[in-house]
């Protein structure tokens, strides 16, 4: 799996857009982009996932650039609840595991 | 809530012991995974189970086991505790042996 380099952290205020960045300039073709978050050691949580497109659900929105190269998470209405650690991961489509990084710390203040 | 569900929530036992790890996947997945995190490892994933066969191995130590059995359930068996295994245990399931993945709530291990 290509490797993604994240901020270690950053702040958001409360009720603004959170704007997460991940880098994976080694992506392949093949290989998809996933989100997950972990607050405060409860199981992580999948958010979203893509390949090449935009994609959108009702917790965030993925931007994949068109080289694929990066990609941003965002969160439209950051609350305090959103406060996590939120993983960027690159995997091949029928791969069986997610290998998991350091992840960016988010804050969310009020 | 993920509808995976983990028990116990919590143990503690002594080194040289041993401890059974139980998941429950959700309704209709097949996969069932099992992940360690600890403070100076991160998420390490051990071991995946796909309708009950074997699928895949990752960083399990030989003292380590897990099996999942007919009615789709899985247990993470560890033996021969060592302080050094004390960490979250996380098992998620998905519906297929690949795709997006589930996580239960975890049980932490605590070996003194």
């Known amino acids: 799996d290509a490797k993604t380099t994240q901020p270690p952290s950053m702040d958001c205020a409360e009720g603004r857009a959170a704007n997460l960045p991940c880098n994976h300039s080694?992506?392949?073709?093949?290989?998809?982009v996933y989100w997950y978050r972990q607050i405060h050691s409860q199981g992580p949580q999948y958010i979203i996932h893509g390949l090449k497109n935009n994609e959108t659900n009702e917790m965030a929105s993925l931007i994949i650039t068109e080289d694929r190269k990066s990609s941003t998470l965002i969160l439209p209405h950051a609350t305090l609840r959103d406060t996590a650690v939120y993983y960027c991961?690159?995997?091949?489509?029928?791969?069986?595991?997610?290998?998991f990084g350091a992840g960016t710390t988010v804050t969310v203040r009020a | 809530d993920s509808g995976v569900t983990q028990t116990p929530k919590h143990l503690i036992t002594a080194t040289g012991q041993r401890v059974t790890l139980r998941c429950s996947p959700r309704s209709g997945d097949l996969s069932v995974y099992w992940y360690q995190q600890s403070l100076d490892q991160g998420l390490q994933f051990l071991i995946q189970?796909?309708?009950?066969?074997?699928?895949a191995k990752g960083n399990i130590l030989e003292r380590f086991s897990a099996q999942q059995f007919p009615d789709l359930h899985s247990e993470l068996n560890l033996s021969s505790l060592e302080l050094g295994d004390s960490a979250l245990y996380f098992c998620?399931?998905?519906?297929?042996?690949?795709?997006?993945?589930?996580f239960g709530p975890g049980t932490r291990l605590t070996v003194t």
């Open positions: 189970y796909y309708n009950g066969e074997e699928r």
């Open positions: 991961i690159v995997r091949v489509g029928n791969d069986y595991k997610l290998s």
């Open positions: 080694t992506i392949s073709g093949n290989e998809y």
């Open positions: 998620a399931s998905s519906v297929g042996p690949s795709g997006e993945q589930y």
